[in-house]
């Protein structure tokens, strides 16, 4: 087992796994910029490494930076966490060259699946439907690229959405509802996926609406065991990020279900992969047909949500793993004896359609109590930065049924507070009492659909009479 892993990333995440490793015995080192030395993951590792300044790619997106930082600290591996470089595969190979072990597959597994066409065309190979969009090779802003994105947006049809080829997790990508609009989404997504993931390439797909977003949990070994934890229905969003999380998904039927899982581990054993991934599908109700979406090789945001209805520690199984020892579990141990529901909380003003509101943190609140969870990455006296996401903490609530989860975590929204600056507290404390949101049908235009964001305006301005 390793002696020392460097956590290279910030934020809850960064204290997520920190926590983790401290459970297991394992040292820790991480990182940090000038804006976040008083952030929480800064005063629990135990050796802490200024990168220098805010700048993510100077800092966090620095590969060199971070192996300067593995070379000071003797660790024999590296978390990437999930955003920055968790998904890079050149970082990967960079860490196999220099001998470090990174907690995450081998760069040749997500070269299968990186850039993200080329996961399209494996979905084909495998015989699993995928969203109808461009399937070559990443598209360019070039004259030749854009006359190429426009036959590909009247060929499949408008609406459109321009994806990253580099990214994940909703975080980059633009819509084209017409030509007129198309010019500017592409521009859009080249400069995102250039600054937050360091390729600006992107392809194109047609926009689907009024879905479930489904995603199942794989872990595989590098001993040929692969088994999956389940879905998880993540399909309160804005603007393609994830907003609330549940486990299972509640109208999901056990035969597509079953499918879907089954989908799942086909796609780990065609990559040969080894430690966690994520499969993400599209799901619509009304016809019963699921799409894939994407592959993302390395921890999601909303793990938690899986650990708790499983009673898996995923991110000690990603440790495990990378160390060369087999999965604790194989899939007859599965089994979910919980309903997990977990709510994001970020410094957003949901009023004003969730701009980013970064500030001070001047009091702080966090509820306690059976079936409750928070993984949090901000204390008391916290400056949120501008320059990082948004995310604040994790809040996670778990019962025998639905109902129990939904009520415990209905207590520990009502029992937060955090003061000093605007949170989307508003907005979860709305949605969970929201009619359609109980019934566990709603899809991903949930916040346009009930008009969540003016409903939370309307309580601004009643609060401010």
């Not at 960064?14 to 008083?38: E, L, N, Q, W």
């Not at 070269?111 to 598209?139: C, D, F, S, T, Y």
């Not at 993302?296 to 899986?306: G, P, S």
């Given at each position: ?81 999930y955003g920055f470089l968790a998904e890079n595969p050149d970082f990967v190979e ?220 995923i991110v000690k199984e990603q440790i495990r793993i990378a160390a060369d020892e ?62 990082y996401d948004p995310l604040l903490l994790k809040i996670m609530a778990w019962g ?66």
């Amino acid at each position: 087992m390793f002696k020392k892993i460097l956590v290279a990333n910030r934020g809850e995440i960064a204290v997520r796994v920190i926590r983790t490793c401290r459970d297991m015995g394992i040292r820790t080192a991480t990182v940090y910029t000038d804006v976040d030395a008083d952030a929480l993951h800064v005063r629990l590792a135990d050796e802490v490494y200024s990168i220098g300044a805010a700048d993510v790619g100077n800092s966090y997106l620095n590969p060199e930076k971070i192996f300067e930082v593995a070379r000071a600290s003797q660790a024999d591996a590296v978390h990437p966490g999930y955003g920055f470089l968790a998904e890079n595969p050149d970082f990967v190979e960079m860490c196999e060259q220099r001998g470090l072990t990174f907690i995450g597959p081998p760069s040749r597994s997500m070269r299968k699946v990186k850039p993200k066409h080329i996961a399209r065309e494996l979905m084909r190979l495998l015989n699993i439907p995928v969203v109808p969009g461009h399937a070559q090779n990443p598209l360019t802003s070039t004259i030749a690229g854009l006359r190429q994105v426009e036959e590909v947006a009247e060929g499949i049809g408008y609406p459109v959405l321009i994806k990253p080829s580099g990214g994940g997790g909703g975080i980059g990508m633009a819509i084209a509802r017409n030509r007129e609009e198309l010019d500017d989404a592409v521009r859009t997504v080249e400069v995102r996926g250039q600054k937050l993931f360091g390729v600006a390439a992107f392809y194109v797909e047609k926009l689907i609406t009024n879905f479930k977003h489904i995603e199942f949990q794989v872990l595989a070994d590098k001993h040929g065991n692969v088994i999956h934890l389940g879905e998880r229905d993540c399909s309160v969003q804005r603007r393609f990020q994830k907003l609330i999380e549940e486990a299972p998904c509640s109208i999901l039927s056990p035969r597509l279900r079953m499918k879907m899982g089954a989908a799942a581990l086909d796609i780990a054993l065609a990559m040969q992969y080894v430690n966690a991934m994520t499969v993400e599908f599209f799901y619509t109700p009304q016809t019963q047909e699921f799409y894939f979406n994407e592959v993302n090789t390395r921890l999601q945001v909303e793990h938690c949500v899986t650990e708790v209805t499983t009673g898996v520690d995923i991110v000690k199984e990603q440790i495990r793993i990378a160390a060369d020892e087999p999965l604790a579990y194989n899939q007859d141990d599965i089994i979910r004896h919980r309903y997990a529901i977990e709510c994001r909380v970020t410094a957003e003003d949901v009023s004003r359609n969730f701009l980013p509101a970064p500030g001070t943190v001047t009091s702080l609140q966090l509820p306690h109590g059976i079936g409750l969870r928070i993984d949090e990455g901000i204390h008391q006296g916290y400056r949120v930065p501008f320059y990082y996401d948004p995310l604040l903490l994790k809040i996670m609530a778990w019962g025998k049924t639905r109902d129990e989860a939904l009520q415990r975590m209905k207590r520990g929204l009502s029992e937060m507070r955090i003061e000093g600056i605007q949170t989307n507290l508003p907005f979860h404390r709305l949605a969970l009492n929201d009619d359609l949101f109980q019934t566990g049908a709603y899809t991903t235009d949930f916040i346009q659909r009930q008009r969540i964001v003016e409903r939370v305006r309307e309580q601004v301005k009643a609060a401010k009479k």
